[in-house]
């Protein structure tokens, strides 16, 4: 009897060690937005859900869950209110008039890594082969580096290799980041987090600088996002670049001695619920989130972060870092080869991050950054023979290919905590200011603006490259800006047909003084225009916008491959080249559509937003939290446009990049150089680093069908060793009691006790009935996982065949894409 109870009470504490978390694959998520007045556990009751808890640190939000096979009728009552809600039918007196706002949560398909592998060692390089032609170090700077190191007691063994930190070679070409380091100022006291697919904790060259309570895995509900895939290894190389400790392990980071975290959400399949609650993780503690990911860079995708998740970064913007806002910053993605730009994601041209693109150790475009209006800088990352030299998955491991703007973004978050090390209390605007005010210009021949205060602004490098120094030295004097305010225009209705070929169709709105002082406005940041136009062919379009300053914007280019017949709805583009003008005056949006063919369309209406500083800080009230009903046509003017003579606007099936039969693809990685100083042509296929589904078993030691609890696998072989204990313990016992009974038996005597504990042994065992076959099954699944022992090493090891494999399936035979694969991606939008 006392056995019994104490085995079941051991299962218990076994079992309820592992968390509930978020399972897709069985259960349906709801979120809802709450009048703060309303018990949620009331509204789960009512809706036949289970309560989960509080979503993320949205206000008044909550989540609730429903196994799938459960039969409930919260659908039906969700959707029955917001048809009353709609035509304003409640009473306000039943639990459900508290339900404000609610959606069922899908999963959505994982967003793209921003990485590419550059092209295996060539001629070019890597620039110190030895080969001739290669470019030769000069011999003075390299004895100032070695200087630096031993002033700075660096002794990392690829210090030497990291150019983007001190470039040897094309003097001038890194971020100019040692005088910062000369000062003490190293990123002590900043935080940024890596929202990506886990970063390697126990790495020796990360360990010492990772802030494990601002850390989360959202993939496996686990505190640790510790890599478990093969593929695992991106948020790990970005993580190094960031804050790799100075120790002698692989090389340093831009801030050293920054913390860094991890939020583990690219791994699995997730939904805007769990995104929303990542984005804004711990937002007190983590104050730079680098993503270096976002939807497909194809061409021809066009998708945006969803309610939920810009509810999420406006709450941190406005509550994170004790009310001075938490920093973005967002790889500007790889698609420029596919005609992509980055005002077509989302996530790139809102207006709370900092997008960051990538040129290469020459100071080069390269042949995948994409161009566009919101962009705000670019930094060093792969190409012209070389890539970023950083840390990997593993205790002592390095890696000297990292790429893409997927390596741009990380170099970025480092300098904004080099930043923040030095004036703590600086807003994300104050940030974004001091990029306006220090980007250095680049390769000045190409399409560069003087705006109207005098900086230079082009689409291809944003306000230029990134410099360590420059920023640090404005972050430590800059006049901090009043709070932010915004003037809305009214939509404009235009309801007019597209001309074709050389004409454009303009439409202006004047802005004026008394405009912007009601609106308590003082001085333009970034500019939002959105927009609805029909299009039976979306990729003839593009759109500039016009300021008072005449200026132009490219806020939409051709794109080649983009065929969708959807035209633009409710989409919002945006531009930082207007920084520093006043706002008044007209301005205009000119849409065009220069390809002659059977594709034409209309251009419904637009809205003007300009974003800034406010006037009088005291009577200025923060921005609403977004809402379902930002795009709704309160104030309507209609307007008559006019026609103007129009030039192709850019796009990048220009000059750059012949329209390729074999450019066809979601994503170029396979740039060769042709020729030294060209540009290279992107052709050939996909990487293969979105992982096959097949590696998310690498999350279970058992089948499916055995809980995972939601915990790593370490723990699971805890939870099922234990039980495995339990279980051969109580056989033990059983097989104990059962001769003893036998022998009583023997003697024909009564014992209920035994008949109890028969019960209760049965139940531990698997689930009365099938107790006995599970049991075994069971057992035996253990002993096999037992004697993998070292399944993340086995893990590892296979994923760096994979590694040594990358090259070989860039080769030429892998050239063909498929255009179904164009095409599917194109169905998921
Ligand atoms: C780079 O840093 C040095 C100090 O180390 C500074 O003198 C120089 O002005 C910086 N470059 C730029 C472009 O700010
Ligand atoms: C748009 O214009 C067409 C004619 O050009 C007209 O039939 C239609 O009603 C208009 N739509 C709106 C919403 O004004
Ligand atoms: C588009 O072209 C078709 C025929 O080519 C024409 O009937 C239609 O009115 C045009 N639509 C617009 C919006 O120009």
């Not at 700075?152 to 980041?177: A, C, K, R, S």
């Not at 990292?402 to 994300?428: D, K, N, Q, V, Y």
């Not at 139940?763 to 699944?781: I, Q, T, W, Y």
């Amino acid at each position: 009897m006392h056995t019994s109870k104490c085995l079941g009470f051991l299962a218990l504490v076994c079992l309820s060690a592992a968390k509930l978390h978020r399972n897709h694959e069985t259960h349906d998520y709801y979120a809802i937005h709450l009048q703060p007045d309303k018990s949620p556990q009331q509204v789960a009751s009512v809706l036949g859900l289970d309560y989960e808890g509080k979503l993320g640190e949205l206000q008044d939000h909550h989540t609730f869950s429903s196994p799938r096979h459960r039969k409930h009728g919260a659908e039906g009552l969700l959707e029955d209110l917001r048809l009353r809600r709609r035509k304003r039918e409640f009473t306000g007196a039943g639990i459900l008039d508290g339900v404000l706002w609610s959606q069922k949560q899908k999963t959505k398909p994982r967003m793209e890594k921003r990485s590419i592998l550059p092209p295996p060692p060539t001629r070019q390089g890597p620039p110190d082969n030895g080969l001739p032609g290669a470019p030769v170090a000069d011999a003075g700077a390299v004895a100032e580096r070695a200087d630096l190191a031993r002033e700075l007691t660096i002794e990392d063994p690829i210090f030497n290799e990291q150019w983007h930190l001190f470039n040897t070679m094309q003097l001038g070409h890194d971020i100019n980041v040692t005088g910062v380091w000369k000062q003490g100022i190293t990123g002590e006291g900043a935080t940024a987090v890596m929202v990506d697919d886990g970063i390697d904790m126990y790495s020796d060259d990360l360990k010492d600088n990772y802030f494990a309570a601002g850390s989360y895995d959202f993939n496996d509900d686990n505190p640790e996002p510790k890599p478990r895939l093969g593929d695992d290894r991106h948020g790990t190389r970005c993580a190094g670049e960031i804050a790799a400790v100075k120790n002698g392990v692989c090389g340093v980071g831009v801030a050293y001695n920054a913390k860094i975290g991890g939020l583990r959400i690219l791994s699995k399949v997730i939904t805007d619920e769990d995104e929303a609650t990542a984005m804004n993780y711990k937002f007190q503690d983590n104050q730079i989130y680098s993503c270096s990911w976002g939807p497909p860079d194809d061409g021809q995708s066009m998708d945006a972060p969803g309610l939920l998740i810009r509810k999420a970064m406006v709450t941190a913007i406005q509550q994170g870092r004790q009310g001075r806002g938490n920093i973005y910053v967002f790889a500007a993605g790889n698609g420029r080869g596919s005609g992509d730009n980055c005002n077509f994601d989302g996530y790139t041209n809102s207006i709370y991050t900092i997008t960051v693109g990538g040129i290469d150790r020459k100071g080069k475009q390269t042949y995948y950054s994409e161009h566009c209006a919101a962009q705000l800088v670019v930094t060093y990352s792969s190409g012209s023979g070389d890539a970023i030299h950083t840390t990997d998955v593993g205790v002592n491991q390095c890696y000297a290919n990292h790429g893409g703007t997927s390596a741009a973004a990380p170099l970025g978050a480092g300098i904004f905590a080099l930043a923040f090390s030095a004036r703590p209390e600086l807003t994300w605007r104050d940030l974004q200011h001091i990029l306006v005010l220090t980007g250095v210009p680049i390769n000045e021949d190409e399409d560069w603006d003087t705006t109207y205060i005098g900086r230079k602004f082009s689409h291809a490098y944003g306000y230029g490259k990134l410099d360590a120094y420059a920023v640090v030295e404005k972050a430590k004097t800059i006049d901090l800006l009043k709070p932010q305010a915004w003037y809305n225009s009214p939509w404009l209705h235009i309801n007019h047909s597209i001309p074709q070929g050389t004409d454009g169709l303009l439409s202006s709105f004047e802005v004026t003084k008394e405009h912007l002082k009601l609106a308590n406005f003082e001085k333009v940041e970034h500019v939002t225009v959105t927009m609805n136009v029909q299009h039976t062919r979306r990729g003839d379009l593009s759109v500039e916008l016009r300021s008072p300053t005449g200026l132009v914007s490219h806020l939409s280019v051709t794109r080649r491959l983009d065929e969708a017949n959807a035209g633009y709805v409710d989409w919002t583009f945006m531009s930082v080249a207007h920084w520093g003008e006043s706002g008044i005056g007209k301005w205009s949006v000119v849409v065009k559509d220069t390809n002659v063919n059977e594709h034409n369309g209309t251009f419904t209406d637009w809205k003007l937003t300009l974003w800034g500083e406010c006037i009088d800080a005291a009577s200025q009230p923060l921005l609403p939290i977004p809402t379902e009903h930002d795009d709704d046509d309160h104030t309507v003017i209609s307007a008559s446009p006019t026609f103007i003579s129009v030039k192709p606007g850019p796009s990048e099936t220009a000059t750059d990049f012949p329209a390729n039969p074999t450019d066809h693809q979601h994503r170029p990685v396979n740039a060769k150089p042709t020729a030294p100083g060209a540009i290279s042509t992107a052709s050939s296929t996909a990487l293969p680093d979105a992982p096959p589904d097949e590696d998310e078993t690498d999350t279970y030691f058992l089948p499916h069908y055995f809980p995972t609890f939601g915990v790593s696998k370490r723990t699971q072989i805890w939870i099922y060793g234990a039980f495995a204990i339990i279980v051969l313990f109580c056989a033990g016992l059983g097989t104990y009691f059962f001769i003893q009974r036998r022998k009583r038996r023997r003697s024909e005597r009564e014992d209920y006790e035994f008949e109890i504990l028969d019960d209760e042994d049965a139940m531990l065992n698997g689930n009365g009935a099938a107790g006995g076959k599970r049991k075994g099954r069971r057992a035996g699944e253990l002993y096999d996982a037992f004697a993998g022992g070292s399944d993340e090493e086995q893990l590892l090891s296979e994923s760096e065949k994979e590694d040594e494999e990358e090259y070989r399936d860039i080769g030429p035979a892998s050239t063909e894409p498929g255009r179904g694969r164009s095409q599917s991606r194109q169905g998921e939008m």
